[in-house]
């Protein structure tokens, strides 16, 4: 069974707008970590935010936050007032440290664009 | 800080040679990791090692050996490559068993012809 699942393989968004990758995942730990990276053209990974599972707020980083409902299971990604340097692609992963599975698990990915 | 190097960044090679991906860590990182990412694709796991003289295997360890002798270095070995090995490799590192991010290095784009 998929770990992470990003349903979304692309998604557009008009400049300045907001925008939500989603991301559910599949753990039976109650101790586990929930990652978003972004993979501009460029090619390397950028961590953007971390949300921990036992986190009562929602993280967030500037413009970026994290919409958590652990019992729905989903870490879905917001962006707020995109911007065109948003375009990329956007990774959810998890890590479980305490089942072993200290590795990072990554989803397919999302392809943002964002559109001027 | 120069954080996760890898080398090299590009390389083809032919089928049925062999090569060594350097990936070394100036961050005393315990776990370090190895994936690859096909085109479209998300990252999966091929090795990883939880410290000194510590690996273990992955997703998709086959066509591939790890060692680690060293806290900072990771090599990943491909021995007979073959055009299903094309892809891009990325190193990575991070702290301890919380969680914490891992850092990623900058990635080495291989082409097996």
């Known amino acids: 069974a998929q770990k992470i699942t990003q349903t979304q393989p692309g998604m557009f968004v008009q400049e300045k707008e907001a925008v939500t990758l989603d991301c559910t995942y599949d753990t039976s730990d109650q101790s586990y970590g929930l990652f978003w990276y972004k993979q501009p053209s460029s090619g390397e990974m950028i961590f953007l935010i971390y949300q921990g599972s036992y986190d009562e707020q929602n993280a967030t980083e500037g413009r970026y936050s994290l919409n958590f409902q652990k019992a729905r299971k989903s870490a879905n990604l917001v962006i707020s007032a995109s911007q065109l340097g948003d375009s990329a692609m956007y990774f959810c992963?998890?890590?479980?440290?305490?089942?072993?599975?200290?590795?990072?698990?990554f989803g397919k990915g999302t392809r943002l664009s964002v559109i001027a | 800080n120069a954080g996760v190097t890898q080398t090299p960044k590009f390389r083809i090679l032919k089928i049925g040679q062999s090569m060594t991906l350097q990936c070394t860590q100036d961050?005393?990182?315990?776990?370090m990791y190895w994936y690859r990412q096909d085109p479209g694709m998300g990252l999966k796991l091929i090795y990883y090692s939880v410290g000194a003289g510590i690996t273990d295997k992955g997703e998709v360890p086959n066509g591939y050996n790890v060692s680690r002798s060293t806290t900072e270095d990771f090599p990943l070995r491909l021995e007979l490559a073959a055009p299903s090995q094309t892809s891009v490799y990325f190193c990575?590192?991070?702290?301890?068993?919380?969680?914490?991010?891992?850092?990623f290095g900058q990635g080495t784009r291989l082409t097996v012809v």
């Open positions: 961050m005393n990182h315990n776990y």
């Open positions: 990575a590192s991070s702290q301890g068993l919380t969680v914490t991010e891992a850092f």
């Open positions: 992963a998890m890590r479980e440290p305490y089942s072993g599975n200290t590795p990072l698990v």
